[in-house]
T-cell receptor, first 115, second 112 residues
Framework: DTEVTQTPKHLVMGMTNKKSLKCEQH?????MYWYKQKAKKPPELMFV???????INESVPSRFSPECPNSSLLNLHLHALQPEDSALYLC??????????????FGPGTRLTVL | GESVGLHLPTLSVQEGDNSIINCAYS??????FIWYKQESGKGPQFIID?????DKRQGQRVTVLLNKTVKHLSLQIAATQPGDSAVYFC???????????FGPGTRLSVLP
């Protein structure tokens, strides 16, 4: 299985809602990532988990809360979002955190709309 | 030809021609680079990578060239096909293996 899966594919939520995005991989990868991608823009790194521990937080607002329950799963909990948070949220994984860097496998993304 | 403006830079090529997509990266100390292809409605897909101790790497129909002197990366696609139409991003690794910064992207449009 060389896939990263993400659910849901689409999500519409109000500014007072609480929702979660889910990401799963069964490649044995020990590094997992959340990216945010606005239309016609490149992906921007939000969080990195290495061996289930948060290793990078790119100054993301606290209304985004990541969680890594185990080595295969990565969640992004959303609360009190703003309309400008509407974007494609991409999850990725790579074999192991290493200084040399490694190929990242991306999921198809969750298209989030905040009303 | 290539156009740059308020939208994504776009490169239009005839089917069967070779394509060259360019990328300027920001950090002279970056040591690992990846080219990704992103089709509409999908996540980025790995194409080819290169480390800073190399200046050229070849894959199937693709070649990446790295010029560290001018901090420039290029992706060459041979015999471009309609299925190559997508947005192409370069990504540089900022020394720690995990923090990748993506370039602005180029849309490749293959004309019949």
């Amino acid at each position: 299985d060389t896939e990263v899966t993400q659910t849901p594919k689409h999500l519409v939520m109000g500014m007072t809602n609480k929702k979660s995005l889910k990401c799963e991989q069964h490649m044995g990868h020990r590094a997992m990532y959340w990216y945010k991608q606005k239309a016609k823009k490149p992906p921007e790194l939000m969080f990195v988990y290495s061996y289930e521990k948060l290793s990078i937080n790119e100054s993301v607002p606290s209304r985004f809360s990541p969680e890594c329950p185990n080595s295969s799963l990565l969640n992004l909990h959303l609360h009190a979002l703003q309309p400008e948070d509407s974007a494609l949220y991409l999850c990725a994984s790579s074999q192991a955190p290493s200084v040399q860097g490694d190929e990242q496998f991306f999921g198809p993304g969750t298209r989030l709309t905040v009303l | 030809g290539e156009s740059v403006g308020l939208h994504l830079p776009t490169l239009s090529v005839q089917e069967g021609d070779n394509s060259i997509i360019n990328c300027a990266y920001s950090n002279s100390a970056s040591d690992y680079f990846i080219w990704y292809k992103q089709e509409s409605g999908k996540g980025p897909q790995f194409i080819i990578d290169i480390r800073s101790n190399m200046d050229k790497r070849q894959g199937q129909r693709v070649t990446v060239l790295l010029n560290k002197t001018v901090k420039h990366l290029s992706l060459q696609i041979a015999a471009t096909q309609p299925g190559d139409s997508a947005v192409y991003f370069c990504a540089e690794n900022l020394l720690d293996g995990q923090n990748f910064v993506f370039g602005p992207g180029t849309r490749l449009s293959v004309l019949p």
